[in-house]
């Protein structure tokens, strides 16, 4: 058993997912805590090169085929090894596609316990979890001796995973890999919208609030009024009143507008990921403890299909 | 096609949520529980698959107020079969149930296990890829489409931005539903009605959990925000009118 920490670096067609650097940050202040290294797992085919701004003590490098993009079979089996084999006092996944794929199978299969939504750590090393849409923080010790975590942005900023001094990297055999079930066929590139919501400088953004395909018209005109776009949360899109192209959040787009003008959407960690970092955010939701309140520089708790025709109709005034 | 749909309740976020005295729990006793959303698409997918490929569809849940509304539901939907697992699982860990559910399924034998991609209250990993292991099934998450192939299915996995991996899992497979192709249906309550009378809800009953596997929690807390937002007070021409002076202020308008 060792008190290193590892991070499972996140890739896909050569790009390192931003939230490996974000774990990077975390494991260095977890690592300060155990006296450990911080080490970046990195799985891939002629990937090695991947590591080259990681901030990490060395780089534990497995190199196969089968490993070039991700795939939750390969994968799961060559980090099994790896953690059995090393015993590190922690792992960080990321809480995301990748990570959720592969970490709660190994807690399983390796019998290490696994603590989902971890946002930091404490000082004196303890988890820090956001569960209930953002609603709700849990603290506890991190299970001994071994603990998987899988991680969500926020809490740390990525530039601090980041190093201009290239770790070291440190080769590890892959185990035999055949008999896969999982293979990746092909990727599909995300449809070409009609807007690209990343360039807008003022969103109206609507969530579950707005209750029917019907009422996106009554947002459509206050964006038009205000020469802006409409966007929205997941439950808008799944429904199908908006395109997946105007989705905003973890599964859809990052924007960072002047204005973000958040109409019944309740603020869940997955949509705030994507607007966070918008200039100015102005949240209008009838639950005065919505976590949207907790990121928006201004809120209100009018109803909005009371504000809608209200604003509308100033805007155009304003003109 | 034997397809099984097991379904969790979660507390509702539209109410608010209160933490026990004990102060590393919710409060139960005001907890409005309800479906977790996924779920409805996982129910709605495997739908999908029976009227395209044929086959059965069971969904199973445990015990909660509101499970046999939900069943019903499902059954009038068109689920073949509906089971309810019996019991005290309050406050039990994913690692758990998963176990109790991995049982059921040694039992039922099914070609694909559709979970949720994840509920808004974990803490212990999520019940998906749990199971998946202990029955030795792949697994593959944040799922979004499945077409039916030869002794496998081609499943569409989502990644940030939008982008979409085609994975070919080779069946028996856990897959956790991120969303359904088409919305999840509306059913009419005279057809629940209707389906109260004849489908029947299979209970059965699980004594002795065994509970490793969970995460210790030593506080549980609202989140203080380091800003909350400033509030606007008044009705919505007043409100309205600070917004449009906030833009202004911006520059966009
Ligand atoms: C893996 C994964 C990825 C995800 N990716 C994304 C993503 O990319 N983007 C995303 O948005 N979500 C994503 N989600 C979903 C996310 O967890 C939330 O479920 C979702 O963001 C909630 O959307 P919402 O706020 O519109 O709905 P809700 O949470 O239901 O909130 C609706 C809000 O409207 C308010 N409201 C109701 N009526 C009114 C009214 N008349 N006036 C004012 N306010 C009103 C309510 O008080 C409530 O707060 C993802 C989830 C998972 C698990
Ligand atoms: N108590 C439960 N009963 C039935 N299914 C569950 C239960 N808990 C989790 N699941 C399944 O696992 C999915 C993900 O939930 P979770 O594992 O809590 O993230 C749910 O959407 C369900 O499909």
Same mark, same amino acid.
């Given at each position: 058993? *060792?008190?290193?920490?590892?991070?499972?670096?996140? !890739?896909?067609?050569?790009?390192?997912?931003?939230?490996?650097?974000?774990?990077?940050?975390?494991?260095?202040?977890?690592?300060?805590?155990?006296?450990?290294?911080?080490?970046? %797992?990195?799985?891939?085919?002629?990937?090695?090169?991947?590591?080259?701004?990681?901030?990490?003590?060395?780089?534990?490098?497995?190199?196969?085929?089968?490993?070039?993009?991700?795939?939750?079979?390969?994968?799961?089996?060559?980090? /099994?090894?790896?953690?059995? @084999?090393?015993?590190?006092?922690? %792992?960080?996944?990321?809480?995301?596609?990748?990570?959720?794929?592969?970490?709660?199978?190994?807690?399983?299969?390796?019998?290490?316990? %696994?603590?989902?939504?971890?946002?930091?750590?404490?000082?004196?090393?303890?988890?820090? *979890?956001?569960?209930?849409?953002?609603?709700?923080? %849990?603290?506890?010790? #991190?299970?001994?001796?071994?603990?998987?975590?899988?991680?969500?942005? +926020?809490?740390?900023?990525?530039?601090?995973?980041?190093?201009?001094?290239?770790?070291?990297?440190?080769?590890?055999?892959?185990?035999?890999?055949?008999?896969?079930?999982?293979?990746?066929?092909?990727?599909?590139?995300?449809?070409?919208?009609?807007?690209? #919501?990343?360039?807008?400088?003022? =969103?109206?953004?609507?969530?579950?609030? #707005?209750?029917?395909?019907?009422?996106?018209?009554?947002?459509?005109?206050?964006?038009?009024?205000?020469?802006?776009?409409?966007?929205?949360?997941?439950?808008?899109?799944?429904?199908?009143?908006?395109?997946?192209?105007?989705?905003?959040?973890?599964?859809?787009?990052?924007?960072?507008?002047?204005?973000?003008?958040?109409? +019944? #959407?309740?603020?869940?960690?997955?949509?705030?990921?994507?607007?966070?970092?918008?200039?100015?955010?102005?949240?209008?939701?009838?639950?005065?403890?919505?976590?949207?309140?907790?990121?928006?520089?201004?809120?209100?708790?009018?109803?909005?299909?009371?504000?809608?025709?209200?604003?509308?109709?100033?805007?155009?005034?304003?003109? | 096609?034997?397809?099984?749909?097991?379904?969790?309740?979660?507390?509702?976020?539209?109410?608010?949520?209160?933490?026990?005295?004990?102060?590393?729990?919710?409060?139960?006793?005001?907890?409005?529980?309800?479906?977790?959303?996924?779920? @409805? !698409?996982?129910?709605?997918?495997?739908?999908?698959?029976?009227?395209?490929?044929?086959?059965?569809?069971?969904?199973?849940?445990?015990?909660?107020?509101?499970?046999?509304?939900?069943?019903?539901?499902?059954?009038?939907?068109?689920?073949?079969?509906?089971?309810?697992?019996?019991?005290?699982?309050?406050?039990?860990?994913?690692?758990?149930?998963?176990?109790?559910?991995?049982?059921?399924?040694?039992?039922?034998?099914?070609?694909?296990?559709?979970?949720?991609?994840?509920?808004?209250?974990?803490?212990?990993? *999520?019940?998906?890829?749990?199971?998946?292991?202990?029955?030795?099934?792949?697994?593959?998450?944040?799922?979004?489409?499945?077409?039916?192939?030869?002794? *496998?299915?081609?499943?569409?996995?989502?990644?940030?931005?939008?982008?979409?991996?085609?994975?070919?899992?080779?069946?028996?497979?856990?897959?956790?539903?991120?969303?359904?192709?088409?919305?999840?249906?509306?059913?009419?309550?005279?057809?629940?009605?209707?389906?109260?009378?004849?489908?029947?809800?299979?209970?059965?009953?699980?004594?002795? =959990?065994?509970?490793?596997?969970?995460?210790?929690?030593?506080?549980?807390?609202?989140?203080? /925000?380091?800003?909350?937002?400033?509030?606007?007070?008044?009705?919505?021409?007043?409100?309205?009118?600070?917004?449009?002076?906030?833009?202004?202020?911006? +520059?966009?308008?």
């Amino acid at each position: 058993m *060792s008190q290193n920490i590892f991070v499972f670096i996140e !890739h896909v067609r050569g790009q390192v997912a931003e939230i490996s650097y974000v774990m990077l940050a975390a494991a260095r202040q977890l690592a300060q805590n155990t006296g450990g290294e911080v080490a970046a %797992v990195l799985l891939g085919h002629n990937a090695q090169d991947l590591g080259k701004d990681f901030a990490a003590d060395r780089v534990l490098y497995i190199e196969h085929a089968a490993l070039a993009e991700f795939t939750s079979d390969a994968y799961r089996v060559a980090l /099994a090894a790896l953690i059995q @084999d090393q015993t590190p006092r922690a %792992v960080l996944f990321g809480h995301s596609s990748i990570g959720m794929d592969v970490s709660s199978g190994l807690s399983a299969k390796l019998g290490y316990p %696994v603590v989902s939504s971890c946002r930091s750590f404490t000082e004196d090393g303890k988890y820090v *979890s956001q569960i209930c849409g953002g609603k709700i923080m %849990v603290e506890g010790d #991190i299970p001994s001796p071994t603990a998987l975590i899988t991680m969500l942005p +926020g809490g740390y900023k990525a530039e601090q995973g980041k190093s201009s001094q290239a770790p070291s990297v440190t080769s590890v055999a892959a185990p035999a890999l055949d008999g896969l079930r999982v293979t990746l066929k092909q990727y599909i590139e995300p449809e070409a919208g009609d807007v690209d #919501i990343a360039k807008e400088t003022m =969103l109206v953004s609507v969530g579950r609030g #707005i209750q029917n395909k019907d009422n996106i018209e009554l947002a459509g005109e206050l964006a038009s009024a205000l020469g802006g776009s409409v966007c929205a949360s997941r439950p808008v899109v799944d429904q199908g009143w908006l395109p997946t192209t105007r989705l905003v959040g973890k599964s859809g787009k990052l924007v960072k507008p002047k204005i973000y003008l958040a109409l +019944g #959407i309740s603020g869940a960690p997955e949509h705030v990921e994507g607007m966070s970092e918008s200039d100015v955010i102005i949240a209008v939701n009838t639950d005065p403890n919505a976590p949207i309140f907790n990121v928006a520089k201004y809120g209100t708790t009018v109803d909005m299909f009371d504000l809608l025709p209200a604003l509308t109709d100033k805007v155009r005034q304003a003109r | 096609m034997k397809i099984v749909v097991p379904i969790k309740f979660v507390p509702d976020l539209v109410e608010e949520l209160t933490i026990d005295p004990s102060g590393v729990a919710l409060d139960t006793a005001w907890l409005r529980l309800i479906i977790n959303e996924f779920d @409805d !698409h996982a129910v709605e997918q495997a739908i999908l698959l029976k009227e395209r490929g044929g086959g059965q569809v069971i969904v199973s849940t445990v015990e909660a107020d509101g499970s046999d509304d939900f069943l019903f539901t499902a059954a009038a939907k068109g689920a073949d079969q509906l089971i309810k697992m019996t019991g005290d699982f309050t406050g039990v860990n994913n690692h758990a149930l998963a176990r109790a559910y991995a049982e059921l399924l040694k039992e039922l034998k099914p070609d694909l296990v559709l979970t949720g991609v994840q509920a808004h209250n974990d803490l212990d990993g *999520s019940v998906g890829p749990l199971l998946a292991e202990y029955l030795g099934m792949p697994y593959v998450g944040y799922v979004a489409g499945i077409t039916l192939a030869d002794g *496998s299915v081609i499943a569409r996995k989502e990644y940030p931005g939008g982008l979409i991996a085609e994975i070919d899992v080779k069946l028996p497979a856990v897959l956790g539903i991120q969303a359904s192709e088409q919305p999840p249906r509306y059913v009419a309550y005279s057809k629940i009605r209707q389906v109260m009378g004849t489908a029947k809800i299979e209970e059965r009953p699980n004594a002795d =959990l065994n509970l490793d596997g969970g995460v210790s929690i030593s506080r549980m807390f609202q989140p203080e /925000a380091a800003e909350r937002a400033e509030m606007i007070d008044g009705d919505a021409d007043t409100v309205a009118e600070k917004i449009v002076a906030i833009i202004k202020e911006a +520059g966009v308008l």
